[in-house]
């Protein structure tokens, strides 16, 4: 194990963004005097930075090609936003309830898909039981996206991966879509298992 470049203990993490900082002032305060870690090359303080797509990118980067993965993403919002364009162009009632910006989306996408269980196999007296289990919150968001990817990657060879994956975000964004049906078959089998709930704890 290399001790050397793990920090103590003792050292906070970084609050990078100037929103969460205004935000914690008075919890920062108490933290004059404790050591903080450095912060990380790619975290920024810039009104593009996102924390929900830097994850979508390094989800979607295969082989270190995060170039590559970020121009993939690019697209996708590229597409996003001209399909949402169209549809509020198109639309004859309120214009301004269609949302145009595809961050917005990929971030009401994810919140769409995120698990809040899931089943793990605990063996007791030689059955094996599927026991629902409560996910954190990090799990939950890594599921939402892998989910999104993976459906994405399933569709048609033919059709390019932004393409897919801008149809799958917009499903997901309105709470349609086969990701928004796999957490819900997911959460129903939680539902069918809830006896074997205490399981858990023995």
Not at 112 to 123: D, E, F, G, M, Y
Request: charged residues 30%; glycine residues 2%.
């Amino acid at each position: 194990i290399r001790w050397m470049s793990v920090y103590p203990k003792h050292y906070v993490e970084p609050i990078v963004q100037k929103e969460k900082q205004n935000e914690q002032r008075e919890e920062l305060a108490k933290l004059f005097h404790i050591p903080i870690k450095a912060a990380v090359n790619k975290a920024s303080d810039t009104i593009f930075h996102d924390d929900t797509k830097e994850k979508m990118i390094n989800y979607i980067t295969k082989k270190g090609n995060s170039a590559l993965a970020r121009s993939l993403l690019t697209k996708t919002f590229e597409l996003i936003k001209r399909t949402q364009t169209e549809h509020m162009n198109l639309a004859k009632g309120d214009k301004d309830k269609i949302n145009t910006n595809a961050e917005v989306l990929l971030k009401q996408a994810v919140e769409n898909c995120r698990p809040l269980l899931q089943v793990t196999a605990i063996k007791r007296g030689g059955v094996t039981y599927q026991v629902p289990v409560p996910i954190t919150t990090r799990r939950s968001y890594f599921l939402a996206m892998k989910w999104l990817l993976e459906a994405a990657r399933e569709k048609e060879r033919k059709v390019s991966l932004p393409e897919k994956l801008a149809w799958e975000i917009l499903d997901a964004a309105h709470g349609q879509g086969r990701v928004v049906k796999r957490k819900d078959d997911l959460h129903r089998q939680c539902e069918a298992n809830r006896a074997y709930a205490h399981y858990r704890w023995s």
